[in-house]
Nanobody, 114 residues
Framework: QVQLVESGGGLSQPGGSLRLSCAAS????????VSWYRQAPGKQRELVAS???????SYADSVKARFTISRDNAKNTVVLQMNSLKTEDTAVYYC????????WGQGTQVTVSS
C-alpha cells in the first residue's frame, strides 16, 4: 500500500518559518521525483517545488530564495523548508511522487497570518 504522509503544517506569522515533511512508504522512493504543490481557497493547485530522483531542484518564482526542498532517501522523506513566509503562502500543501505512477498525499494546512 502506497502512502505519502505530509506533516509540519500549522500557523505562522509573516516572516516566520515552517518545515513540511513528506514521508513515503510502499514505493521504491529513490526512483521517484517528488514535488510540493499548494492550493489556496478558490485557486487552482500550483506547483511549488520539485526534486528529481537525482537531487536536482526547481522552484516556482514566487518561492525562490525562500523555500528549500531536499530529500533523504535513507528515510524515504522529502522536506520543504519554508522561510520568510508571506500571507499569500497560505494554502493546503500536498506532496506528490511520480515515476511510473503519480501518488498524492492528503495535504497539510499552512496558514500565515498576523
Amino acid at each position: 500500500q502506497v502512502q505519502l504522509v505530509e506533516s509540519g503544517g500549522g500557523l505562522s506569522q509573516p516572516g516566520g518559518s515552517l518545515r513540511l515533511s513528506c514521508a513515503a512508504s510502499g514505493i521504491n522512493f529513490r526512483m521517484y521525483a517528488v514535488s510540493w504543490y499548494r492550493q489556496a481557497p478558490g485557486k487552482q493547485r500550483e506547483l511549488v517545488a520539485s526534486i528529481t530522483s537525482g537531487g536536482s531542484t526547481s522552484y516556482a518564482d514566487s518561492v525562490k530564495a525562500r523555500f528549500t526542498i531536499s530529500r533523504d532517501n535513507a528515510k524515504n522523506t522529502v522536506v520543504l523548508q519554508m522561510n520568510s513566509l508571506k500571507t499569500e503562502d497560505t494554502a493546503v500543501y500536498y506532496c506528490s511522487a511520480i515515476w511510473t505512477q503519480r501518488y498524492w498525499g492528503q495535504g497539510t494546512q499552512v496558514t500565515v497570518s498576523s
